[in-house]
């Protein structure tokens, strides 16, 4: 009973510290290796719909791009990381942290555009996929737009 006791607030504990140490520098380069690799996957699904279609390449490229989407990437936005360096010095503009409604939208938006791609990209339905795709490609573009520097 109280080695229970003590584990219950051990995981208590941790759980919290694990919210408080994400240090600026590593949420940095999380969000710039989690959108390094969804331009990798929007790269891979062009060339299917330029080429040759493959079902699975693109399946594969939709199913990263669907997780990154779900992911809650908002968590990576830590007070600090408007400033400094990841893998290279982060290009946010400092209104992604005040804008909160406008970047929702847009983050909503990205969610279900994401969300269409992988459906369209199971059923094997090119058409789909190429209508989604655009459709992802616009949310990615606004988010820049507004809140990423040149
Ligand atoms: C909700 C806003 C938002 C959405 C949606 C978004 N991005 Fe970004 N993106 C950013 C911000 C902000 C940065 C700058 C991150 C930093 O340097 O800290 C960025 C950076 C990047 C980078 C540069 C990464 C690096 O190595 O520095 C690439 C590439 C990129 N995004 C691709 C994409 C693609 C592809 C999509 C859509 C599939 C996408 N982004 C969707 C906001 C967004």
Redesign the pocket.
Known sequence: MKNKLILTALLATSALSAQAQVKPEDA?KW???A??T??W??ARIDANLQGKYDKEDVLKAATV?QAI?NSGMGALYVPG?DKGK????????PA?FTDGPK?GK??GD?NKA?NELAKAAAAGDAGAVKTSFEA??G??KS??DD??TK
Do not use: E
């Not at 990841?86 to 503009?93: F, Q």
């Open positions: 940095i969000r710039q290796s959108y390094a969804m331009s996957s929007m791009l989407a990381s990841g893998w290279v010095d982060t290009r946010v503009k992604l970047v847009i983050a990205f994401a992802v490609g949310t990615c988010c820049h809140y990423r």
